[in-house]
Nanobody
Framework: QVQLVESGGGLAQAGGSLRLSCVASGSIFRLNAMGWYRQAPGKQRELVAAITSGGNTNYTDSVKGRFTISRTNAKNTVYLQMNSLKPEDTAVYYC???????????WGQGTQVTVSS
């Protein structure tokens, strides 16, 4: 059974930073691309950042230059470093494991990020 457990959310002031972590268990972590989604109240869930098994990354335009996704395969962990936070970054952030050959996709339970102005 695959589990994704996020941590690191909380309250930050505009211009501040937070670092989200997601630990994966129950799978061979290094084989799958990983991502972070977010969902603000009344909005659709959107992909914020993704990282392939080989370390290639991509970001939604609104976070480019401010957020950095990374992974440490030895620790089965993916991170999202969020700098220069804005109130519009307020959302529940979800860790996501992309579907791969012979594997399903999985979601974490989500962690709340709130940015005050």
């Amino acid at each position: 059974q695959v589990q994704l457990v996020e941590s690191g959310g909380g309250l930050a002031q505009a211009g501040g930073s937070l670092r989200l972590s997601c630990v994966a268990s129950g799978s061979i972590f290094r084989l799958n691309a990983m991502g972070w989604y977010r969902q603000a109240p009344g909005k659709q869930r959107e992909l914020v950042a993704a990282i392939t098994s080989g370390g290639n990354t991509n970001y939604t335009d609104s976070v480019k230059g401010r957020f950095t996704i990374s992974r440490t395969n030895a620790k089965n962990t993916v991170y999202l470093q969020m700098n220069s936070l804005k109130p519009e970054d307020t959302a529940v952030y979800y860790c996501y494991r992309f579907r791969g050959p012979g594997t399903d996709d999985y979601w974490g339970q989500g962690t709340q990020v709130t940015v005050s102005s």
